[in-house]
C-alpha cells in the first residue's frame, strides 16, 4: 500500500496550494451550493488523472535510460524544494481569494461545472512536465519494479485524495460561508510545505543511494 499512499499524499500536498481550481470550488460551494463544486472537483479530478497517465506512460518508457533516471532524481528534488519554499512564502502573503466578489446570478448546470473543472485543470500543458518530473520521480523513489498493480495503487490514490479534498472544500464553503480568510490559507500552505519538503527528502535519498 505504499504506492496508494505516495499518491495520495502527492495529490494531497497539490490540493493544499489555492490556486485556480480550489477558488473555483470555494467560490461554486458559496454561490451555488455544495453539489456543483464537487462537479467542479471531479472534473478537475479527471483531467489531473489525464496528465499524470500521458506523463507516467512516457516515463515508463524513458526510465530505463540511467541518464534519464539522473536527470528525474535531481529535476524531481529540485522542484519539490522550490515548491515547498514557495508554499512557504505564500503561508506569509496569503489573502482572502474570493471573498470580495459578488455572487454570479445563474447557476450553472452540472455538466458545465465539471467540464469548467476539466478545463482548469487541463489548462496549463506545462502540467504534465510537472507530472513526468515529480510523480515520475516519487513512483521511482516509492516502487522500484512499478508494477502495473503499484501504478494502479498509486494513481487511485492520487484521485481519492483529489476527490476528499474537493468534498471537504465544498462542505467548507456551503456551509460556512465565507471561509478562506488568511489564517485558513496559511494553515493550507504551509501544511503543502512540509508535505513537499518530505517527497524531496524521500526522493533525494533514494537517488542517492542509486547513483553516489
Not at 4 to 27: E, K, P, Q, W, Y
Not at 92 to 118: L, N, T
Amino acid at each position: 500500500m505504499n504506492m496508494f499512499f505516495a499518491g495520495f499524499a502527492l495529490s494531497l500536498s497539490l490540493c493544499l496550494d489555492l490556486g485556480t481550481v480550489n477558488i473555483a470550488i470555494m467560490r461554486t460551494g458559496m454561490q451555488h451550493g455544495m453539489w456543483l463544486a464537487l462537479w467542479i472537483g471531479f472534473g478537475s479530478g479527471v483531467g489531473d488523472l489525464v496528465y499524470a497517465l500521458l506523463s507516467t506512460a512516457g516515463m515508463a518508457a524513458l526510465l530505463q535510460y540511467k541518464w534519464v533516471r539522473l536527470l528525474v532524481w535531481l529535476g524531481g528534488s529540485t522542484i519539490l524544494l522550490v515548491l515547498c519554499v514557495r508554499m512557504i512564502r505564500e503561508a506569509f502573503v496569503a489573502k482572502h481569494p474570493v471573498s470580495d466578489e459578488p455572487p454570479s446570478v445563474a447557476s450553472p448546470s452540472s455538466r458545465s461545472a465539471f467540464m469548467q473543472g476539466v478545463v482548469l485543470a487541463l489548462s496549463s500543458p506545462s502540467s504534465i512536465l510537472w507530472f513526468a518530473a515529480v510523480g515520475g520521480s516519487v513512483i521511482a523513489a516509492t516502487n522500484k519494479d512499478q508494477t502495473e498493480m503499484a501504478l494502479f495503487l498509486f494513481f487511485a490514490g492520487f484521485f481519492l485524495a483529489g476527490q476528499l479534498w474537493s468534498l471537504f472544500l465544498a462542505i467548507l464553503t456551503s456551509w460556512g460561508g465565507s471561509v478562506a480568510g488568511p489564517k485558513l490559507v496559511r494553515t493550507f500552505s504551509l501544511g503543502s510545505a512540509l508535505l513537499f519538503l518530505y517527497f524531496a527528502v524521500k526522493v533525494f535519498m533514494d537517488g542517492a543511494q542509486q547513483f553516489l
